[in-house]
């Protein structure tokens, strides 16, 4: 990751899961079987260069494994 989550995670959504999930068979390869799921939310995060900003983000979870793979998927005004 390019940058650190340095808030809680708020207003958090899944919005895909199981065979909805187009990575599923990646995810299960890298990281293990689980209920997986693809989720939002939003985060203030701090950025490489010290740059502190609202975030949405998007992340894989499953039970047992976890929070994996976040990105940001556009910053928030």
Do not use: C, P
Request: positive net charge; without cysteine.
């Amino acid at each position: 990751m390019d940058f650190e989550i340095i808030g809680e995670l708020k207003n958090s959504e899944t919005f895909a899961q199981g065979t909805g999930i187009r990575e599923i068979g990646r995810l299960r390869k890298l990281y293990g079987h689980g209920h997986w799921r693809k989720r939002k939310g939003i985060a203030t995060v701090r950025l490489k260069d010290g740059t502190e900003l609202e975030a949405e983000l998007h992340w894989y979870e499953a039970n047992g494994v976890g929070k994996r793979e976040f990105k940001i998927k556009r910053y928030i005004d």
